[in-house]
């Protein structure tokens, strides 16, 4: 499998063929512009990746287009924390997702559903 950079100015995500194949078929589904990352306080461990469809940039978005078809809008509020993350879509059992490979989180809850970043 091959996984592609883009680093535009500050921001480096990544998005596995896989992820940028479903990111595609949301977004065509939806008729939206892209995606919106973000991260929001919650859970046990204090984090969780928030992905929404973007109908409309604001002026807190950092865009970064995966592909022609593909954007990925960056909360500015939550680049420093998701700065070099690999976004993969999987299959795990009967359920399918998209799973964020951070380096920057230095913990999980048990269950995946947050994470940790030291300040």
Do not use: H, W
């Amino acid at each position: 499998m091959s996984v592609q950079t883009y680093m535009p100015g500050d921001v480096s995500i990544r998005m596995t063929p896989s992820a940028e194949s479903q990111a595609r078929k949301e977004i065509k589904r939806e008729a939206a512009r892209g995606l919106r990352l973000a991260v929001k306080p919650s859970g046990c461990s204090g984090f969780m990746y928030v992905l929404d469809y973007v109908r409309g940039e604001t002026a807190d978005d950092k865009p970064i287009a995966i592909a022609d078809d593909v954007t990925l809008f960056i909360d500015s509020k939550s680049v420093s924390v998701v700065n070099g993350t690999e976004i993969d879509y999987v299959t795990e059992g009967v359920n399918s997702f998209f799973k964020f490979r951070n380096p920057n989180a230095t913990g999980e809850c048990g269950c995946g559903e947050s994470f940790t970043v030291n300040a």
